[in-house]
């Protein structure tokens, strides 16, 4: 069974920084988009960012992008989402996904548990 | 860029067929792929339809997806309806710019 485990999440200060990682099993992780959807509390998903199977591809929400940066790194099955100059409305849980292909924009079949990130002085 | 819109909430009996809807604000809903998450209370969301109307593996075919151009929306009909089956209930498509869009969801509740 596809295992997502995300980390990284935690209390930071507005204008902070965070890295989330997480740590995919039970499948050729090399072969499949990955993507990032996060929720806020008590609010509908909301779509973050994403990135093909070998990495060269990315795409970001407009409300994230110049301040995220996703990556992959194929050899140690882990997707990454570097959080910069975090500001209150990027507090909520998120999720990392698996899609189905190997193109970022695929849609997603297996997703993790969630990181909880709180942006917050 | 368009907007997905959703009933805030519906409610159904068990054992009945229910259908949620997703339009889109503009553009052609055909143009691109729609998906349907379902998110059960304190879980993540779920696959259960892709690609319009595609199911994962383990989706039982109570739950079907379909595109209907002429009113612009996308539907997901739940036949044989289960306790189990009260979810938020999201859908997803793509605009030009390989951005995914989702819908704010739908309530459904199984009474």
């Known amino acids: 069974e596809v295992r997502l485990v995300e980390s990284g999440g935690g209390l930071v200060q507005p204008g902070g920084s965070l890295r989330l990682s997480c740590a995919a099993s039970e499948f050729t992780f090399s072969s499949y988009a990955m993507g990032w959807v996060r929720q806020a509390p008590g609010r509908g998903l909301e779509w973050v960012s994403c990135i093909s199977a070998g990495g060269t591809s990315t795409y970001y929400a407009d409300s994230v992008k110049g301040r995220f940066i996703i990556s992959r790194d194929n050899s140690k099955n882990t997707l990454f989402l570097q959080m910069n100059s975090l500001r209150a409305e990027d507090t909520a849980l998120y999720y990392c996904?698996?899609?189905?292909?190997?193109?970022?924009?695929?849609?997603?079949?297996?997703w993790g548990q969630g990181t909880l990130v709180t942006v917050s002085s | 860029n368009f907007m997905l819109t959703q009933p805030h909430s519906v409610s159904e009996s068990p054992g009945k067929t229910i259908t949620l809807s997703c339009t889109r604000s503009s553009g052609n809903i055909a143009n691109n792929y729609v998906q349907w998450y379902q998110q059960r209370p304190g879980s993540s969301p779920t696959t259960v339809i892709y690609?319009?109307?595609?199911?994962p593996a383990g989706v039982p075919d109570r739950f079907s997806g379909s595109i209907d151009s002429s009113s612009n929306s996308a539907s997901l009909t739940i036949s044989g309806l289960r306790t189990e089956d009260e979810a938020d209930y999201y859908c997803?498509?793509?605009?030009?710019?390989?951005?995914?869009?989702f819908g704010g969801g739908t309530k459904l509740t199984v009474l």
């Open positions: 996904a698996k899609g189905i292909r190997r193109y970022a924009q695929t849609p997603l079949d297996y």
């Open positions: 690609e319009d109307n595609e199911r």
């Open positions: 997803q498509s793509y605009d030009t710019a390989n951005h995914a869009v």
